[in-house]
T-cell receptor, first 114, second 119 residues
Framework: GNSVTQMEGPVTLSEEAFLTINCTYT??????LFWYVQYPGEGLQLLLK?????DKGSNKGFEATYRKETTSFHLEKGSVQVSDSAVYFC?????????????FGKGTLLTVNP | DGGITQSPKYLFRKEGQNVTLSCEQN?????MYWYRQDPGQGLRLIYY???????QKGDIAEGYSVSREKKESFPLTVTSAQKNPTAFYLC??????????????????FGEGSRLTVL
């Protein structure tokens, strides 16, 4: 079955530091890949996505590239801010006929200190 | 504004009581989902519905029930049979893609969540 593995947190950084959160996946077919972000006490919001190999998703300074050869979709940001403190979820969406199944990683808590 | 509304945001329940969590969406999405979130365990799928009057069990359906009488609404009942109901519950929706469509990527839209605490 499908699975998503992301680096365990928590991750603690100082403001303006470089961020990488690793994500690898196992899937049959050609999944779409997502990063969702969850701020404290809230639901999940889509941060970025990529639908095919070598696509780069980007939003709010975050980037991730769909690497089929390494089955990875690592999240990066060049300079984090305190407001980026949240839980980040990597996910894949695998199409099965007319339906999709979304599989999530366990989430990585990021704390950015001023 | 289109979106998903969950209520209540916080709910306390005594052991042995059933409780129903509301989820309403005005995105005109066909598919709706309920997830449970526990610390360190990510999101686990409870139930999902792809069309009105039809729903399927997810990975952890025991102790829960749902209904889908209207496209906009997908309430979740946490029954007294659920052994450990204290958790954060998230409702989501997505547009059900046409079989030949390549434009839909299966993206989910989430509500703000409901935190249930059993006393």
């Amino acid at each position: 079955g499908n699975s998503v593995t992301q680096m365990e947190g928590p991750v603690t950084l100082s403001e303006e530091a470089f961020l990488t959160i690793n994500c690898t996946y196992t899937a049959t077919g050609y999944p779409s890949l997502f990063w969702y972000v969850q701020y404290p006490g809230e639901g999940l919001q889509l941060l970025l996505k990529a639908t095919k190999a070598d696509d780069k998703g980007s939003n709010k300074g975050f980037e991730a590239t769909y690497r089929k050869e390494t089955t990875s979709f690592h999240l990066e940001k060049g300079s984090v801010q305190v407001s980026d403190s949240a839980v980040y979820f990597c996910a894949l969406s695998d199409r099965r006929g007319s339906n999709y199944k979304l599989t999530f990683g366990k989430g990585t808590l990021l704390t950015v200190n001023p | 504004d289109g979106g998903i509304t969950q209520s209540p945001k916080y709910l306390f329940r005594k052991e042995g009581q059933n409780v129903t969590l509301s989820c309403e969406q005005n995105l005109n999405h066909d598919a709706m989902y309920w997830y449970r979130q526990d610390p360190g365990q990510g999101l686990r799928l409870i139930y999902y519905s792809q069309i009105v009057n039809d729903f399927q069990k997810g990975d952890i359906a025991e102790g829960y029930s749902v209904s889908r009488e209207k496209k906009e609404s997908f309430p979740l009942t946490v029954t007294s049979a659920q052994k450990n109901p204290t958790a954060f519950y998230l409702c989501a929706s997505s547009s059900r893609q046409v079989r030949t469509s390549l434009s839909n990527t299966g993206e989910l839209f989430f509500g703000e969540g409901s935190r249930l605490t059993v006393l």
